[in-house]
């Protein structure tokens, strides 16, 4: 998706070993969201910045940690990655206006 | 808690018929109801929007339905289309994306199959 990059696409790690995700935008936008989604519970939130060192707890953000250093970088990690946090997840971008963009999502896979 | 609950799980249509996903929601607060629009191994993208102040909007083939003192709100497709079928999911926030309160809160999903 325009202005927002998710990266890795895949990945494969085993439990109880930390994992970070990367999300990565060219919008110069002030909030960024992590979003897991799972069938069944749709997308929920994990975290949030609005802005720089800035952050927040979503409603399911227990083994998930954040980190935002600078405007354009989201990193999320899984502490001590478990089976239950295998996942598809994603991240998105706001502007000052309604609406997000979201990225493509990585698929993560906890074994 | 803040739910928006999502009905149906999946949705099988024929082509030219009339797709309806519904929401519902709890917080009276909310003010901006989203659809978004899901393809496999993509992103969500925002489909169409709506505000409290009105109590339908029409982009193209794709209508939103929102009733107010129900607090539902439905997703009308007419004439689908089999490229149409996607994921699509509602969801509830308080405020604008760019404030402290725009989080968004996600329905569960509809699984729309439009058959040729």
């Known amino acids: 998706d325009a202005g927002i990059t998710q990266s890795p696409r895949h990945k494969v790690t085993e439990t109880g070993t930390p994992v970070t995700l990367r999300c990565h935008q060219t919008?110069?936008?002030?909030?960024m969201y992590w979003y897991r989604q799972d069938p069944g519970h749709g997308l929920r939130l994990i975290h949030y910045s609005y802005g720089v060192k800035d952050t927040d707890k979503g409603e399911v953000s227990d083994g998930y940690s954040v980190s935002r250093s600078k405007t354009e970088d989201f990193l999320l990690t899984l502490e001590s990655a478990t089976s239950s946090q295998t996942s598809v997840y994603f991240c998105?971008?706001?502007?000052?206006?309604?609406?997000?963009?979201f990225g493509s999502g990585t698929r993560l896979t906890v074994v | 808690q803040q739910q928006v609950k999502q009905s149906p799980q999946s949705l099988i249509v024929q082509k030219g018929g009339i797709s309806i996903i519904n929401c519902a929601y709890e917080?009276?607060?909310?003010?901006?109801f989203p659809w978004y629009q899901q393809f496999p191994g993509k992103g969500p993208a925002l489909l169409i929007a709506?505000?409290?102040?009105?109590s339908e909007k029409k982009e193209g083939r794709f209508t939103i339905s929102f009733n107010k003192s129900a607090k539902q709100f439905s997703l009308h497709i007419m004439d689908s289309q089999p490229g149409d079928s996607a994921t699509y999911f509602c969801a509830a926030s308080r405020g604008a994306g760019g404030t402290s309160y725009g989080k968004l809160t996600f329905g569960q999903g509809t699984i729309l199959t439009v058959h040729p």
């Open positions: 919008e110069n936008h002030r909030y």
């Open positions: 917080n009276t607060a909310f003010d901006y």
């Open positions: 998105a971008i706001s502007g000052q206006g309604y609406g997000y963009t």
């Open positions: 709506i505000r409290p102040d009105v």
